[in-house]
T-cell receptor, first 114, second 111 residues
C-alpha cells in the first residue's frame, strides 16, 4: 500500500478563495483524522470519522471549515472562504479497527493564504 | 481522555540513552499508552505502544510502572537522526476514539 495520500502537497491561495484538501486513507482502515499544525498551536485535531461517519467535529475552528467522507477511500477538507490565519500544514491520518492501533499519517498539505 | 504532561524539550549527545517521561495521572483502566515521533515537515509516526510493565521493539523501549500514572520512553544510543518531537498519547482501543496530541517533547541530539 502507498500509505495515506494527500493532495496537493502545497497550496498557495488568495484570501477569500475556496480551498479543498484531499485525502486517500489506507485501504481497509476504518478511522480517518484531519489535523492542522502550526508553531503556535501545535497539532490540533479538527475532525475524525469512523466508518465514513463524522464522530466529532468539535475541533473545526468555525463554519468556514467543512469535511466530508463520501466513501471509505476518500475524504475532503474544505475551507471557504479562506483567511491568512488558516495558513498551516494540514495532515490526514488513518487507522484500522479500534483507534489507538497504529495510525498512519500522510505527508501533509502546506497551505498558505495570502 | 487522560491528560498527559511531558517536558517541552530535552537535549542529548550522540550515543547517549535518552529517557522521556510522560505523566498521565487520570489514566483509565482500559487506556493504552502510545508514543509517536515527528520529524520536521513530516507527519507523526507510531513508535511504540504498551499497557503495563515493559515493551521493547527495534526502535525503543517503553516502561510503565504498576500504577500506570506515568510512562517512560527510552531511546538507546541516540543519533543525530533521532532529533524530533516525541508525543505521548493515552486512550482506549474502542472504535471511534479520538487521537489527540499534546505539545510533545522536542529532543535535540548533537554531536
Amino acid at each position: 500500500d502507498a500509505g495515506v495520500i494527500q493532495s496537493p502537497r502545497h497550496e498557495v491561495t488568495e484570501m477569500g478563495q475556496e480551498v479543498t484538501l484531499r485525502c486517500k486513507p489506507i485501504s481497509g482502515h476504518n478511522s480517518l483524522f484531519w489535523y492542522r499544525q502550526t508553531m503556535m498551536r501545535g497539532l490540533e485535531l479538527l475532525i475524525y470519522f469512523n466508518n465514513n461517519v463524522p464522530i466529532d467535529d468539535s475541533g473545526m475552528p468555525e463554519d468556514r471549515f467543512s469535511a466530508k467522507m463520501p466513501n471509505a477511500s476518500f475524504s475532503t477538507l474544505k475551507i471557504q472562504p479562506s483567511e491568512p490565519r488558516d495558513s498551516a500544514v494540514y495532515f490526514c491520518a488513518s487507522s484500522g479497527q479500534g483507534a489507538l492501533t497504529e495510525a498512519f499519517f500522510g505527508q501533509g498539505t502546506r497551505l498558505t493564504v495570502v | 481522555l487522560a491528560k498527559t504532561t511531558q517536558p517541552i524539550s530535552m537535549d542529548s549527545y550522540e550515543g547517549q540513552e535518552v529517557n522521556i517521561t510522560c505523566s498521565h495521572n487520570n489514566i483509565a483502566t482500559n487506556d493504552y499508552i502510545t508514543w509517536y515521533q515527528q520529524f520536521p515537515s513530516q507527519g507523526p509516526r507510531f513508535i511504540i505502544q504498551g499497557y503495563k510493565t515493559k515493551v521493547t521493539n527495534e526502535v525503543a523501549s517503553l516502561f510503565i510502572p504498576a500504577d500506570r500514572k506515568s510512562s517512560t520512553l527510552s531511546l538507546p544510543r541516540v543519533s543525530l537522526s533521532d532529533t524530533a518531537v516525541y508525543y505521548c498519547l493515552v486512550g482506549g482501543h474502542q472504535a471511534g476514539t479520538a487521537l489527540i496530541f499534546g505539545k510533545g517533547t522536542t529532543l535535540s541530539v548533537s554531536s
